[in-house]
Every structure is written in C-alpha cells, then in structure tokens.
C-alpha cells in the first residue's frame, strides 16, 4: 500500500485521577470568528471549552482542569476575539461524539473502543457523549455494540457496575456504513449524529483508523459533509504519516486543504506511555538528574524496543513501511526528543514541541554505517515451529524490509556533542520490551577498582526507564556487600510500579484521547517536527532501497542479529539489555 499521493482530491493525569466537580467556576468565555470560511476550519474555531460545562471538570495530562478556556483551535492571524453573544451564553449544554473512521478495523476493536469504555467508567467522558463507528462493512448498531463488547474489560482495581457500566457505554455507541470517498455517506453519517446530538451544541472528534492512503478522502468528505456546525470539529490521524520525507510533506499539504494544523491531531501513541510522560517530570523535578544529564556525565544512551511476535496478519501494510518507519523513525525518536531536550519555557505544548524541534534539527541524518537491518527466518523450538517474516502469504518471497534494525544517532550540540544515541527495534524477538538506557561514565580516579575486576565498564551506572512492560525506572549502583571484608556488587535503586501504585496502568490511548477532546496538542506531533523527523531517515531509508542492501537474518525467538553488537562496539557501546546483570 503507498501512501504516495498524486493529488489530494478525492478519488482513489492518570486519567483516573480526572476531577470530577460539580458547577466548577469557569474563566471568561471568548469566541474566535474566523476572518474565513471553510467547512472544518470554520467551525472549529468556535471552540467547545469557551463554554461553560456546568456539570464536570477533569484534567487533561497536562494537569489544566480539561474546562478551562483553551483558545487553541483560533489561529491568530486568521481570527479576532469577541464576546460570546447571548445566544451563545445560553447554549450551555454541549455534547462529545466521537467517530471512529474504519471501525471494522484491528485498532479500532484492540484499543480505541476500549480506551473510550475505559474513560467513560472513569467518569472521564462529558454526560452527553456519543460514539459513532463508520466502516464500509455493512454491520447494524447492534453489531458493532456486539463486536465492541468483546473486547471491553474494567480494571481490575474498579470492576464493581461494570457489567452496567457497559451497558451505558454500549447504548450510546452507533454505526454507520459507507465508503470513505463518498460525501453522500458522511452526509447521511451527519444526519444521523444530528439526530442523536438532539439539537446541542456538538463537537465532534474523528479518529482516522484506517490505512493512510484513505486519510485525505475521509478528511475531505468528513469537513465536507459532517464537521459540526457550531462546535468544534478535530481529527485525529494515525501513522504512519508518509513513508518520506516528500510522501509526508504531500499528506500534510492535501490534509491542510480541508482541515486547519490546530484541526489535525497526529497520533503517537508512544507519546501517551506512563513512562514517557514522567521522563520529563524525572529530569526536570528531580535536581539529582538534571545536572548529570548531558555529554559531562553520560556516555551512551540506548533505545530499545523489541516484540517476541512477528507481523501477525499485518505483513501486507509492514512490508511497505518496515520496522525504521514504523518505530524507529516515531515512537524511538520522540522519546529520544523528550529524553534531550533543553528546559522547556512552559509546559505549554509549543514550548515543548519547539525544544523538541530544536533537538531534530541538531541532529545528524543517519549514515549507513552506523546502521544495521535484519529480518526473521523462520526457527523450530521442541516440537514448536515459527514461521519467518517472509512465510507470511501477504509479504514477497524476495522482500528485503528489515523487520530490526540498530543504529547509532547524534546530536550536534553542546549538551550532546559525540554521545552516541543507539536505538535497537526488531519483531519476532526474544521478549518483549520497550526501554530506555541511560549508561553514565566511569568514576575518574575510581578508588574501589581493584574491587571490580577487570572490567570497569560494569561498574558505571546505569538509569533504566523501563516503558513495557512491568513500568519501572532503576538505577543500578555498586554497593557494599554487607559483612566483614570490602567486597562490592551491583545492585538496583529500584521504582518498580506495580510495587508503589496500586492503580492499573492506563493505557496511552486513553490519555491521548483525552486530550484531543480537550484541544491538549503536547502529546501530538507538529507538522514542522514531523518534517524535521523525516529528514533524518529519509537520505538512509533510499540508500537502503537503492543499494538493496540485505538484511541479516535471524531465528524468529532469538536476540537478533549480531551485527548489532558490532554496531555498538563501534561506538564503544554495550547493549544494556544483553548484559549478564539487566
Ligand atoms: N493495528 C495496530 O496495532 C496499529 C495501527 N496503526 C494505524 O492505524 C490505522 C488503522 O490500523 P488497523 O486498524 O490495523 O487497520 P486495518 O487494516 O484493520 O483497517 C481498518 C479498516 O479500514 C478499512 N480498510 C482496510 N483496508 C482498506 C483498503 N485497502 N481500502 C479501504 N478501506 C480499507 C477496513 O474497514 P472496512 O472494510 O469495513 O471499510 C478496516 O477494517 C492504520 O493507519 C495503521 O497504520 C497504528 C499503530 C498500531
Ligand atoms: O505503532 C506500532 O506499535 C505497535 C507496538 O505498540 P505497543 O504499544 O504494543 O508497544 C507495533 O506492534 C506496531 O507494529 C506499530 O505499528
């Protein structure tokens, strides 16, 4: 599938913790008049939170109470602020709907649908919210409330009413059948919200769950045909965004047709991982880290993503994009982004999407050396036998997209100037596992060395940010051994999660959705950054394709291949996850 396109018309907070607090007082409401009219962009302006809703107050992750006036969605040179007429004031009531595009689809089913079940038992979700699932499979609202009711769970730590809580969840769900290209059927689509919008003012979320190659017609007949009319209206796509650097620039250029930037929502769901979020709140609340973090105390930091699984069924969209473009070139690099940027003015989302921005442009392109693909073959284990990547019936015979891949990144500045960033991605691996590494220097002058042997590099520290799965974040120190004699060993200052908080994990689609309901953009990535990340695996992604460079197989279940050590010993790295005491 290619996200290539020739036109862009249509054709081819712990959320837990959300506060809820009755009659909660609200900043003084504006509106944004657009100085032009478009469909979405228009409506949008008129944002949803400049209205009082009377009845709860929740947080978004970035800890603003989710009804405080966010005046986002108004471009500043496009609008001019006024008063909210009486009218306006009186319409106090407003309601949510969410639609999710390709709700036949696996990520509808696995987390989207959940995430809002998830969110509506939290009390998270506003008392007039409407899901609506729209798919060219012909299904009946009871179907889809049947094909969703599969794989809805409650937390275990809140499972009482679940049983009604579902019930509730699944009478305001409903769906609506038709082709992504045809403005005929979001009309229909937005006849039947009205309807069940019952006259409130709406607005109106679109989740664009579908391949990319269906984002700019479903973008272009949804603005068309069912943007809200007195609300707002957002959409929230999914990766990948292109599968280059000008494929990217095309997509965000046909989207920017229908839809205004503040509009578009582009998804990462890495992003809206527990672990990820408190990166910053690590660094940047905690003096003890702050100081130590840059070229003066750290040697190398690692990225590592890794799935004991192979593309499972998914061989036929993974083939056209490969492990660089669907991790790497994302979920990797916006964590490496969080991990080194500079103090951030405000926690306000363009002051952290510019520091983020400023890392990426700081950045070297990749070179080939300092990269290495892979690709799993097929292996038997006792009587148990896993098929390689290229058994899969969807994928060629002869392909050659690197399933893992290892590189070595940097960053031309004088916080980072020569530390290695090395990112590790592969399917079909040993484990399961996403983490970052951080490896601190050698104490100079160590006065305990002759208590470590030979081998000094295993008695540098080491912070691990444990993502998924068991979140946690260590530092491995050297310890004494408690008795008599001098005899030291490595042990872990350990925040194992599941120890601390008795609360279940939520899951990142939940705080992501939460957010774009509530205009929140921190987590979501700004089209200049995406650019800016395209523009460092561009070059190295065509030389690849170019060179039809090989990659080097490895056994399905195995730690990948060893060319990845080699790479790391290049850049006098040891991969954290492979050491004898991880
Ligand atoms: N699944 C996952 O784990 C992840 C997915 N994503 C991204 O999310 C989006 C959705 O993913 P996923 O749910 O897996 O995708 P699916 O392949 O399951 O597609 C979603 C729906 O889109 C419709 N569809 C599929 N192929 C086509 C086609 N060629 N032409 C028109 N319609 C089609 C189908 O609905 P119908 O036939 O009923 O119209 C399908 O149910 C994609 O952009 C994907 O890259 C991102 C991260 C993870
Ligand atoms: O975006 C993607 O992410 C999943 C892994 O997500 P996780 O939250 O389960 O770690 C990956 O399997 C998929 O290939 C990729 O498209």
Redesign the pocket.
């Known amino acids: 599938?290619s996200t290539q396109l020739s036109h862009c018309s249509s054709s081819t907070n712990n959320i837990s913790s959300c506060l809820i607090k009755k009659h909660t007082l609200l900043l003084k409401p504006l509106v944004i008049v657009p100085s032009r009219i478009n469909s979405f962009k228009r409506v949008s302006l008129i944002h949803s939170s400049i209205h009082p809703r009377k009845d709860f107050e929740f947080k978004n992750s970035n800890g603003h109470p989710l009804n405080a006036v966010s005046l986002q969605d108004g471009s500043a040179e496009k609008s001019v602020e006024r008063e909210p007429t009486s009218l306006e004031m009186g319409r106090e009531e407003s309601n949510l709907s969410v639609t999710v595009v390709?709700?036949?689809?696996?990520?509808?089913?696995?987390?989207i649908f959940p995430a809002l079940f998830a969110l509506f038992y939290e009390d998270c979700l506003p008392k007039n919210f409407l899901v609506f699932g729209y798919?060219?499979?012909k299904m009946t609202d009871d179907e889809l409330r049947n094909m969703i009711s599969n794989t809805l769970t409650c937390r275990i730590d809140k499972s009482a009413n679940c049983g009604d809580k579902m019930n509730q969840f699944l009478e305001r769900c409903f769906y609506h059948?038709g082709q992504?290209n045809s403005e005929e059927h979001f009309s229909e689509l937005d006849k039947k919200m009205k309807v069940k919008e019952a006259g409130l003012r709406s607005n109106r979320l679109f989740y664009?769950?579908?391949?990319?190659?269906?984002?700019v017609d479903v973008a272009k007949c949804a603005s068309a045909q069912a943007s809200s009319a007195n609300g707002w209206t957002r959409v929230i796509v999914?990766?990948?965004f292109g599968r280059d650097s000008e494929s990217s620039a095309e997509l965000t250029r046909c989207l920017k047709q229908y839809l205004a930037e503040d509009q578009i929502f582009r998804i990462d769901?890495y992003l809206g991982k527990e672990i990820v979020e408190n990166l910053s709140v690590l660094r940047f609340s905690n003096l003890v880290f702050e100081p130590l973090w840059s070229r003066n105390y750290i040697r190398n930091v690692q990225l590592i993503f890794s799935e004991d699984f192979g593309t499972d069924g998914?061989g036929g969209?993974f083939d056209n994009y490969g492990i660089i473009r669907d991790i790497m070139q994302n979920h990797l690099l916006q964590i490496l982004t969080l991990f080194a940027m500079e103090t951030p003015v405000s926690l306000d989302a363009e002051d952290i999407r510019n520091e983020k921005v400023k890392v990426l442009r700081s950045m070297r392109p990749l070179q080939l050396e300092d990269v290495i693909v892979g690709q799993y073959k097929g292996h038997s284990k006792g009587t148990k036998s896993y098929l390689g990547y290229t058994d899969d019936p969807t994928v060629p015979k002869d392909s050659l997209t690197p399933t893992f891949a290892a590189a070595a990144l940097f960053i031309d500045n004088a916080r980072w100037d020569g530390v290695p960033f090395l990112m590790k991605a592969g399917k079909a691996l040993h484990t399961r596992r996403a983490e970052i590494r951080v490896q601190f220097r050698h104490v100079p002058g160590n006065l305990y060395k002759n208590n470590f042997g030979t081998n000094l590099d295993k008695a540098t520290n080491e912070l691990v940010l444990r993502v998924q799965p068991d979140q946690a974040i260590y530092l491995k120190i050297n310890n004494k051994v408690p008795g008599l004699g001098m005899r030291l060993d490595r042990s872990d200052l350990n925040l194992l999660y599941s120890a601390r908080y008795s609360k279940e994990a939520i899951d990142a689609y939940e705080r992501l959705l939460i957010d774009a309901i509530e205009g929140e953009r921190r987590l979501f990535i700004r089209s200049d950054e995406l650019d800016a990340a395209w523009s460092l695996f561009t070059p190295l992604l065509k030389e690849l394709e170019k060179k039809k460079i090989a990659p080097e197989l490895y056994p399905y279940g195995s730690r990948g291949p060893v060319g990845a050590h080699y790479l790391a010993a290049k850049h006098n790295v040891r991969w954290g996850d492979l050491s004898s005491d991880e």
């Open positions: 599938m390709g709700a036949s689809g696996d990520l509808a089913k696995k987390k798919a060219r499979t059948s992504y664009l769950s579908v391949p990319p190659n269906i984002f999914e990766k990948p769901h998914r969209y």
